[in-house]
């Protein structure tokens, strides 16, 4: 029965493992479809938008990093309070 799993395709295994992304863009195409024509931000808007990718960049990074993990294990046990 596990080899049936390694078997699996890759955009298989893609569309599983990052199902969010792909729940948000056919959300992002059917209201586009809806509305009939691609929404136009703002200069201001794609800066939002810039910020908040960034951010969540960074914070992947720090948990990939197992920084987050070690900050949340200190405050856990109350050696990080003032933190």
Do not use: C
Not at 41 to 60: N, T
């Amino acid at each position: 029965m596990g080899n049936a799993l390694k078997l699996q395709h890759p955009l298989v295994d893609f569309l599983l493992k990052e199902w969010l992304l792909v729940a948000s863009a056919a959300s992002f195409l059917s209201m586009s479809v809806f509305i009939g024509h691609f929404p136009v931000y703002s200069p201001k808007e794609y800066q939002v938008l810039l910020i908040l990718f960034l951010l969540l960049v960074a914070i992947k990074g720090l948990q990939n990093s197992g920084l987050l993990l070690q900050i949340s294990k200190r405050i856990e046990t109350g050696k990080a309070i003032p933190l």
